[in-house]
């Protein structure tokens, strides 16, 4: 993918081609948000204006491709244990938009259960709480793990 389509070669400014060539090196490693991208390009000491039109021109091509991020990353983090509402928070940071977020989010709905559930057996070993301490512990883990909380008490149902 190269920005020729958009002007000749031999027209484009030398710092635009290594921006890039640095942007597609960046996107085969792994998906970036515009966000991350900017940052690292930046980081390098390249400026705003010349990587806008890169990130433009790549986003057309479609070698950057926010929807392609949002579904690899919350497929990657949930097989890894992580729950909606760190997902969600963590693609914000990436400069994502919410309804991105949300839709793919919402479209694993049915699926949080099960996450939950393969994280918290690999955590505890499937060993349900016995006391209020270990289901304030068990119940902690996975409210950092990003897991609503009626979700997190609901599946542990702790009866006194």
């Known amino acids: 993918m190269t920005l020729s389509a958009s002007r000749p070669e031999s027209a484009q400014p030398d710092s635009e081609r290594d921006i890039e060539r640095l942007a597609l090196k960046l996107l085969g490693m792994r998906e970036h948000s515009r ?7 930046q980081a390098r000491g390249y400026g705003a204006d010349d990587a806008e ?23 990657e983090r949930a097989a890894k244990g992580f729950g909606p509402l760190r997902i969600g928070a963590e693609l914000r940071v990436k400069g994502l938009a919410d309804d991105l977020i949300d839709g793919q989010l919402s479209a694993m709905q049915d699926a949080w259960p099960q996450y939950l559930a393969k994280a918290h057996e690999r955590r505890f070993r499937g060993c349900r709480p016995v006391d209020r ?28």
Do not use: C, N, W
Not at 61 to 66: K, N
């Open 53 to 75: 039109v890169v990130l433009d021109q790549l986003e057309r091509e479609g070698a950057l491709d926010a929807g392609r991020l949002v579904e690899h990353y919350v497929s």
């Open 133 to 160: 301490a270990e289901l304030a512990k068990q119940a902690r883990f996975l409210d950092q793990r990003g897991f609503p909380t009626e979700t997190v008490l609901r599946f542990l149902r702790f009866d006194d």
């Open 35 to 41: 966000l991350e991208l900017m940052r690292k390009i």
